[in-house]
């Protein structure tokens, strides 16, 4: 790689057919990165005037060429796949003029980040060369079919035939710096792509604070999902579906309010303020109160714009103090509501079962 006064973070993107490589690539790009297709690119070579043009030409000869003089890859395709020496002889030639015309890019690129996607990254050399981190996503075999027959009309033969062609995903995954699972909803995927983000000390474009609607459950499900899954910060036991998160949003109390945080048009964090008992109406003045931020989104300041977002929704809907239970084992959270002024006030023992044994949790309270 040339060093330069600005020098992107390449990432290399890979993984088997209708494993969510395009789903991750939009995420990314929506962050700021620039995305190069080296299959387009692989395209781009082979035409005429391009740099592998003329050496196909001489290697497979007359035979590949269409009437308007271009590459007939059809043709070509057919004759490589029937015969592995004939690959290898016209990968020598496409796999260097890809990686010429890709690291041309990488160079003239202003974005933070490149990544270049390539079915065959791994087998093309392109990720030694010219990357600096190789990311692979993967996806259930099951769902992987179905996403190829819905998007791109393929036959199951066909499906199987493709992915017979490439490497194992098991190989893949071990050459990977990180492997993307798409098996969950795009916000799920989404939040993932958000965390290996984040892990590289990229920046992310500005949070936007909003009242929720009803097209949020993805998005709340993914935030709530990822921490449920991280253990040890929250007394929610389970993981929720996105149907079930959108009745539970029709389903809020008219006063309660529910506010995310976006970026780039995903939600990563999201704060409620609900009744805290609804058996009295002696304490309809009594709101509590969750705030999740996804992994990788912490510490800058979103929970803090989120809690202050909600307290003002709150006020308005008649809150006058909020009650929390928080886990006695999640100092972080504690750390974070005593910044914002809430006062611990009490001790709630073994007052959760959670992974298999019980939890204190600790009281805390704010007037508003
Ligand atoms: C707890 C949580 C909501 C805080 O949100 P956040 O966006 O990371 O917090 P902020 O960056 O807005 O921090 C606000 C203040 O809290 C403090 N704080 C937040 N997390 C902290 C931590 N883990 N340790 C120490 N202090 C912390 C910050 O230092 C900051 O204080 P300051 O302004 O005086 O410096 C977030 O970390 C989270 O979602 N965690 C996982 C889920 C969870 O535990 N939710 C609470 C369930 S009750």
């Not at 995927?189 to 920046?203: E, N, R």
């Not at 993914?222 to 449920?228: D, E, F, K, Q, W």
Request: hydrophobic share 50%.
């Amino acid at each position: 790689m040339q060093s330069s006064l600005h020098r992107p973070v390449v990432i290399g993107l890979t993984g088997g057919i209708g494993s969510g490589k395009s789903a991750v690539l939009k995420v990314l790009v929506a962050l700021g990165a620039e995305g190069v297709d080296a299959d387009r690119v692989a395209h781009e070579v082979m035409a005429r005037g391009g740099p592998a043009y003329q050496p196909i030409l001489s290697a497979f000869g007359r035979a590949i060429v269409t009437a308007e003089g271009q590459i007939d890859r059809p043709a070509l395709a057919r004759r490589v796949f029937a015969d592995a020496v004939a690959l290898r002889r016209l990968e020598a030639i496409t796999h260097p003029a890809v990686a010429e015309v890709v690291r041309a890019r990488v160079t003239a690129s202003k974005a933070p980040v490149v990544v270049i996607e390539a079915i065959k990254l791994l087998e093309a050399g392109l990720s030694r060369a010219l990357c600096d981190q190789v990311w692979v996503t993967v996806a259930r075999p099951e769902q992987q079919m179905a996403r190829l027959i819905a998007g791109r009309g393929m036959s199951p033969a066909e499906v199987e035939r493709r992915v017979a062609a490439q490497m194992p995903p098991a190989e893949m995954t071990s050459r990977a710096d990180r492997v993307l699972d798409t098996s969950g909803t795009l916000a799920e995927t989404g939040l993932q792509v958000f965390k290996a983000w984040a892990d590289l000390k990229l920046p992310f474009p500005p949070a936007e604070i909003r009242p929720a609607t009803g097209e949020d459950a993805e998005g709340i499900a993914a935030v709530l999902n990822g921490i449920v899954r991280e253990g040890g910060l929250t007394v929610v036991d389970r993981t929720y579906s996105v149907d079930e998160e959108k009745i539970f949003l029709n389903g809020l109390d008219p006063r309660a309010s529910l506010t995310v945080a976006t970026v780039a048009g995903h939600v990563i964090a999201f704060v409620e303020v609900d009744l805290y008992a609804t058996y009295a109406g002696a304490m309809n003045h009594v709101g509590t109160m969750g705030t999740f931020v996804a992994a990788g989104l912490r510490g800058q300041g979103i929970g803090r714009l989120l809690a202050y977002a909600n307290f003002a929704s709150a006020r308005a809907a008649g809150f006058l103090k909020i009650v929390i239970n928080v886990r006695a084992d999640n100092s972080g959270a504690q750390h974070f509501y005593a910044a914002l002024g809430f006062q611990p006030c009490g001790r709630l023992v073994r007052q959760a079962f959670v992974d298999g044994h019980y939890v204190d949790e600790l009281l805390y309270e704010l007037f508003l």
